[in-house]
């Protein structure tokens, strides 16, 4: 064999070696569209694991479900809680879904529940784009972010069949949730401004009262009535956490 012939073989073999260890890389597909309201764009970031596991994580930080308002804010998918929890979802296989919600002051409840349901749909109906199971799919978040991804986990999520758009037709529903100090009884819990848990959903003032008989004010909070999955509290050294759904129990640290 000349030594042509195994300089090329050689550069060849490095070549095939860069491109599978550039292919291993852990990745950010970001602002991608998964639906439109009024002509803005709601957005997500796929963070793509070296080598997925085949399930995905939709991320909902918390935000106390309000947006800072003006061109230069930065969205709630860049959140620096997306630092802090996501990168360790990746390592561990997951495809993580970081969502970007509509929120108060601009817009009130249900905006933020609509737009987090339409995320799932969206991955869901692309699951296999994304290289995950469409069955099996879990969310996690903090805060307020605990509190739709504890909606998601706990509501019906049924599709409507009849929709035009296929998207819509996709259950909502979670199969597993981690909900980080969630806010679940909103009616009881009291906020830095004074204004209520409840009130800071629904985008209401701190000195606005919401009717007990309103929609809202029965369809905010996670009621008894309303829950059909098991719910189980994991507690750690430095929080406590709730799991929804069918979830197998974790180790505690």
């Known amino acids: 064999m000349s030594s042509n012939t195994i300089r090329t073989i050689a550069a060849g073999m490095l070549l095939l070696a860069t491109g599978v260890t550039a292919a291993a890389q852990p990745r950010v597909e970001k602002n991608v569209v998964y639906g439109m309201y009024s002509g803005t764009a709601l957005l997500l970031d796929v963070h793509h694991p070296a080598r997925p596991n085949g399930f995905g994580v939709v991320f909902i930080p918390g935000s106390g479900w309000n947006a800072p308002l003006g061109y230069s804010a930065p969205p709630l998918k860049e959140s620096p809680q997306v630092e802090i929890y996501v990168p360790s979802l990746v390592q561990a296989g997951y495809t993580v879904f970081a969502v970007t919600h509509r929120a108060t002051p601009t817009f009130r409840y249900p905006a933020q529940l609509e737009d987090v349901q339409r995320a799932v ?104 009535r309303s829950i059909t999955s098991r719910l189980t509290m994991h507690q750690s050294c430095s929080y406590t956490a709730m799991r929804i759904g069918p979830c197998r129990s974790v180790s505690r640290r």
């Open 121 to 224: 749909r969206f991955i869901r109906h692309n699951a296999a784009k994304f290289g995950i199971d469409a069955a099996r799919i879990g969310g996690s978040g903090g805060s307020s972010g605990a509190h739709l991804v504890s909606m998601l986990a706990t509501m019906d999520g049924t599709g409507d069949s009849t929709d035009p758009d296929p998207i819509n037709r996709e259950s909502a529903k979670l199969q597993c949730a981690v909900a980080r100090a969630a806010p679940v009884d909103l009616l009881r819990i009291g906020t830095s401004t004074g204004a209520s848990a409840l009130a800071l959903l629904l985008g209401a003032r701190a000195d606005e009262s919401t009717p007990k008989a309103s929609i809202e004010y029965k369809t905010a909070g996670l009621h008894r």
